[in-house]
């Protein structure tokens, strides 16, 4: 009887240990995803900050600058929603559904509010992608900041759906910690293109 139940205890800690570096693996494979992102990202930054700096006529004729007012909501809303996820992460840790379902919904609404004011304050600019040199990297860094901004928002959706599936998070959080990762790289992209399109003018 001690040997069934110490060979028992023995398979557990083995199948505990499996499960902990899957996710670990995982985790780091994760990791290296972003990082791969950061260098898209870097090689934008670093291409704007030379057209910026040796582009004479940089803005597109007629436009004296950027609106910094609705923008700078934007940013307040989607980095708030940074501090919004990670309360809906802790009640995750706690097994309290409600509460981390409550602040994952609010989270992913923030997002959609982001995405909405972005797309508002597309439609009332007075160039476009093809208005020179700022016109083209404008649209390209927000905009493709903005399909980040989505798949974030529709990882969310996924994660929220999930939690109504009976003991989906009994096995570990993976899913919802790399959402959160990825939510967090998207917050400090957007503070970094904040600077340098609506600061720096």
């Excluded at 934007?74 to 708030?80: A, I, R």
């Excluded at 570990?172 to 600061?199: E, K, N, P, Q, R």
């Amino acid at each position: 009887m001690d040997s069934s139940i110490s060979s028992q205890h023995l398979h557990h800690e083995h199948a505990q240990e499996h499960e902990h570096d899957e996710q670990g693996n995982s985790l780091f494979g994760f990791i290296v995803f972003l990082l791969s992102e950061s260098i898209i990202f870097l090689s934008f930054f670093v291409g704007y900050i030379v057209y910026k700096t040796t582009t004479v006529d940089w803005l597109p004729a007629g436009v004296s600058g950027l609106e910094v007012r609705e923008p700078l909501i934007n940013t307040v809303v989607l980095v708030s929603s940074s501090f919004v996820i990670y309360i809906a992460e802790q009640f995750l840790e706690k097994n309290k559904l409600w509460g981390f379902r409550i602040f994952l919904f609010l989270t992913i609404a923030m997002g959609i509010y982001f995405l909405s004011g972005q797309a508002i304050e597309w439609n009332g600019l007075e160039f476009g992608f093809t208005s020179g040199l700022f016109g083209g990297m404008f649209y390209l860094l927000t905009g493709f900041h903005g399909l980040h901004v989505l798949t974030g928002v529709l990882l969310q959706v996924i994660m929220l759906g999930r939690s109504f599936i009976p003991g989906n998070y009994d096995n570990g959080h993976f899913g919802i910690m790399a959402t959160s990762l990825f939510w967090h790289f998207v917050d400090v992209i957007w503070i970094i293109l904040f600077v340098l399109l609506y600061v720096w003018q």
